[in-house]
């Protein structure tokens, strides 16, 4: 983006007016904004489980599940292809840029040698000759004589400088620009570089964690994404220590746990069963029943997630800075290639047999449109949410997908709590306790 001419002495001061009236709807409803982004965000999750639910059970891989909806991002890479090719070019020009200066900085460090080793050299000679033979006139135009040579080192200098200046290239200029505007593009690729793989990482732990033990106990410890989240949060100072926040986070807690023990069907919807073949054959190979080890992952992938969270809001901490598209473009770009080139040498080394078992075009079309519903769309949503409240409002915001899922059971068919008086009044009162979590953080 070329810079802009320089404006009228009064125009500055029309121009931030005009660009802070613009901004005053956005300012005056952020908080706003992003209740009503982890509202559609909530609606999408659960959607998407009923779905992640059915494709899992007939033995999809979660790598290859994982792999698909991570790489779903780079469907955004079109929508900002221009920035992409222009920021690559700006890299490149300023690494040029960087050798070239470089190679000056050398070529003026000998020729400054040089000059040195000429007047010392030229000073010896005057001297000898003064010694022979000195007069007022030699003395003069030995001393004018002495001109050219430091004024020459003076030339090559200013040289060095002007040459210098020449090789600020537009990467430079963009990010100077970025200081005062948008976040540069070197500044989203860094933060897509160092967020990508605790994504990928978070969704793998939390996807084999629900091939390694049940629903409820995921449930109850995915629950603790808040409590990392907050800790998390705090440290990077992203969020202020309060013990209403404390006791709201409780509350949450104690009502996901409270919602999940309601619900004795470890599946909690009856889906279509899976066949024989499909159940002795899932995503490794096996059945597994290491609860031990699926509990441990659950409760790393909730540490993880709390990770990815609070980094991006670290990198990412103006929500009017950010070009979040161009953030999880890149961020597809990274998942796309460094996690295809993990699956291609694993599979060389004869890894992962079953990773296309159950793989089937109309299980690929059901991946993609996961990919991009639950991840694609969900991941910029919620990313905006982080931004517009913090990492901990919006975690703790999710919750209000308990009571959404409940209602969806009750209308989509006679859900499980439902049939016991305690599982219902369990549930109403998770339900509350959740609510008044989410209310404690708003």
């Given at each position: 983006m070329p810079s802009p001419a320089p404006p009228a002495p009064k125009s500055p001061k029309r121009t931030n007016a005009t660009i802070a009236l613009a901004r005053a709807p956005r300012a005056c409803s952020g908080a706003a904004l992003g209740y009503f982004f982890i509202a559609l965000v909530c609606v999408i999750w659960i959607a998407a489980s009923f779905l992640v639910a059915r494709l899992e059970a007939h033995g999809l891989s979660p790598v290859l599940l994982s792999f698909i909806c991570g790489s779903g991002f780079i469907i955004l890479v079109p929508l900002r292809l221009g920035t992409i090719a222009r920021g690559c070019a700006a890299m490149v020009e300023s690494a040029r840029g960087a050798r070239a200066g470089q190679r000056d900085a050398r070529r003026g460090a000998g020729r400054a040698n040089a000059d040195d080793e000429a007047e010392r050299g030229h000073s010896s000679s005057a001297r000898a000759g003064a010694a022979k033979k000195r007069t007022p006139g030699e003395g003069h135009a030995n001393a004018v004589e002495l001109v050219p040579l430091a004024t020459a080192g003076g030339e090559g200098e200013t040289r060095d400088a002007e040459r210098g200046k020449a090789n600020e290239t537009a990467a430079s200029r963009a990010k100077r620009r970025g200081e005062a505007g948008m976040y540069s593009f070197e500044y989203h690729l860094k933060a897509a570089f160092v967020v990508a793989p605790i994504w990928v990482m978070a969704q793998l732990a939390f996807d084999y964690s629900l091939?390694?033990?049940?629903?409820?106990?995921?449930?109850?410890?995915?629950?603790?994404?808040?409590?990392?989240?907050?800790?998390?949060?705090?440290?990077?100072?992203?969020?202020?220590?309060?013990?209403?926040?404390?006791?709201?986070?409780?509350?949450y807690v104690i009502g996901t746990v409270l919602v999940t023990l309601a619900?004795?069907?470890p599946?909690?919807?009856?889906?279509?069963?899976?066949?024989?073949e499909d159940m002795a054959n899932n995503a490794l190979g096996q059945n597994i029943?290491?609860?031990?080890?699926?509990?441990?992952?659950?409760?790393?992938?909730?540490?993880?997630?709390?990770?990815?969270?609070?980094?991006?809001?670290?990198?990412?901490?103006?929500?009017?800075?950010?070009?979040?598209?161009?953030?999880?473009?890149?961020?597809?770009?990274?998942?796309?290639?460094?996690?295809?080139?993990?699956?291609?040498?694993?599979?060389?080394?004869?890894?992962?047999?079953?990773?296309?078992?159950?793989?089937?075009?109309?299980?690929?079309?059901?991946?993609?449109?996961k990919a991009f519903f639950d991840n694609v769309l969900s991941d910029y949503l919620w990313a905006r949410a982080v931004l517009l409240t913090s990492p901990t409002v919006a975690s703790i915001g999710l919750s209000l997908q308990i009571p959404l899922a409940a209602t969806v059971e009750v209308f989509i068919g006679q859900p499980a709590w439902a049939s016991h008086f305690q599982?219902?009044?369990?549930?109403?009162?998770?339900?509350?306790f959740v609510i008044a979590g989410f209310l404690g953080v708003a």
């Open positions: 091939l390694m033990t049940t629903v409820t106990a995921n449930s109850m410890l995915s629950s603790s994404s808040a409590v990392f989240t907050f800790v998390v949060s705090v440290y990077m100072g992203l969020d202020k220590f309060s013990w209403m926040k404390v006791a709201a986070i409780v509350a619900d004795r069907d599946r909690g919807v009856n889906f279509d069963e899976a066949s024989a029943q290491s609860p031990a080890l699926g509990n441990v992952l659950a409760l790393a992938a909730a540490g993880l997630y709390a990770l990815y969270t609070a980094t991006m809001k670290l990198y990412l901490k103006d929500d009017d800075k950010t070009d979040m598209t161009l953030f999880f473009a890149l961020m597809g770009i990274f998942n796309f290639v460094g996690y295809g080139a993990v699956l291609i040498v694993t599979r060389a080394l004869n890894g992962l047999p079953n990773l296309f078992f159950a793989f089937t075009e109309r299980v690929f079309w059901l991946a993609c449109a599982n219902a009044a369990l549930m109403a009162s998770g339900t509350l």
